[in-house]
């Protein structure tokens, strides 16, 4: 069975007894559509509300789009993200074969500079755009395991430009409830004009964090508290 959920198809599984299973963040959707199989009768369109308290998805990172799908997942979502992250190998802003594709436009407008420019352009343009989204947000915490196996992220670019924001700056913004983060170096520039504190792999981490064997050479640039690998623990 295939619902058109809010435009987009997502494909649905039932079991012996008949509940349904869909892979969906928390939220109201309406299907619009929806195809039956032979044998199967058609309802008419709803309403549902699908909910969940935690997100334990595993995940592996093997180019930068996947960093993005990543920061997306956490800071568009209210409900934790408390699965396993593994950075595959090393990625570098600059370099084209750090990217699926370095002209892909899918995620629109990353560095909110109102042009739509492919992925490499929105995440590496220092004169117009923010860069690189933080991953994680005071109310959207990253609480699982990144072990990055040795690997860099290279020449990333965060420029936090809100003045007024208590948001904290890193690769990770803010993490919580036991995150770990390992094996993990980064180099670039990190930007951060608001008054959240500032580090190259986490912002700000509360509530027994554990950040093992990691190291920062990227640039801290802030008005605000900072550390080199965590600016607030």
Known sequence: IVYKINGVEANVTTDENGTVSLALESGKYKAVEVACLEGYEKVDDEYFEFTMDKIKADL?????????????????????????????????????SSYENPNNTRFGDLNKDGIIEGIKLELTDTINGCGFSPIGMSQRIFCGKFDGQGYEIRNIYINYSSSTSSEPCGLFGHINNAAYIKNLGITGTIINSGKGTTGGIVGKADNDCVIENCYNLAKIKTSSSAGGVVGQC
């Open 60 to 96: 592996e990172i093997n180019c930068i789009e996947d960093l993005v799908e990543l920061s997306k997942l956490v800071n568009d979502n209210t409900t934790p993200y408390e699965g396993k992250v593994h950075l595959m190998r090393t990625l570098d802003f600059y370099e084209d």
